[in-house]
């Protein structure tokens, strides 16, 4: 009999879907099985979120760290993270570093509550993750050498002098001014006021 927690997640793009329909077999998993249900993590949110974009999914975490369960049962992989490969073997394997199992509901072989197969299974996926991310860096690394040969300038545009003069002016005219209240001015991201503050600060 083990301790089990249940995740459940629909997007907000999945039209008529209800995480109910994921729960109710979930629940019957349980049930057939012996174990106990500890509690349910229910989410409305895109997978493709992170862990602070999903608060059930970093609730799931925080109680994993407490050891509240023994196991996490999902209905399968990509509701419980949607965020490539490399990303979702992270999450996973930081529940077996708190001793917690997972368990997908339709995807059998993605277990590891048996324990004859959880290390083979993460390094697996591991290497498949470390795989997946070289085929993006060689993709990214070819997209900018196309982008170059093209003569398309890379990188963030540059600001406006204009626009630049305007933030170093308003500085100027009132030094203890937040760089928030100067960007909200003139419309720019924080990000770009500070920079240019930095600059002036160097010079």
């Given at each position: ?16 879907q209800d995480p109910e329909n994921q729960l ?144 170093e002016q308003l500085h100027r005219a009132a ?29």
């Amino acid at each position: 009999m083990a301790r089990v927690a249940l995740y459940a997640r629909v997007s907000t793009t999945d039209k008529g879907q209800d995480p109910e329909n994921q729960l109710m077999q979930l629940r019957d998993w349980c049930a057939r099985a012996g174990h106990e249900i500890v509690d349910e993590y229910v989410e409305h949110e895109s997978g493709r979120k992170g862990e602070h974009g999903r608060r059930a999914f970093a609730r799931l975490f925080q109680d994993a760290a407490r050891r509240h369960f023994d196991l996490v049962l999902f209905w399968s992989l990509d509701r419980f993270s949607r965020e490539g490969m490399a990303q979702t073997v992270h999450y996973l394997q930081r529940l077996q570093a708190h001793g917690v199992a997972f368990h997908s509901f339709t995807e059998e072989y993605l277990a590891t509550d048996n324990e004859l197969v959880r290390d083979i299974l993460l390094a697996v996926m591991s290497s498949l993750a470390k795989v997946e991310a070289q085929r993006i860096s060689e993709r990214t690394k070819a997209g900018l050498a196309r982008a170059r040969a093209r003569g398309k300038t890379l990188g963030r545009p540059r600001l406006d002098p204009k626009k630049r003069a305007r933030i170093e002016q308003l500085h100027r005219a009132a030094p203890t001014r937040s760089m928030r209240s100067i960007a909200r001015e003139l419309k720019l991201p924080y990000e770009t006021v500070r920079q240019v503050m930095k600059q002036l600060e160097a010079s």
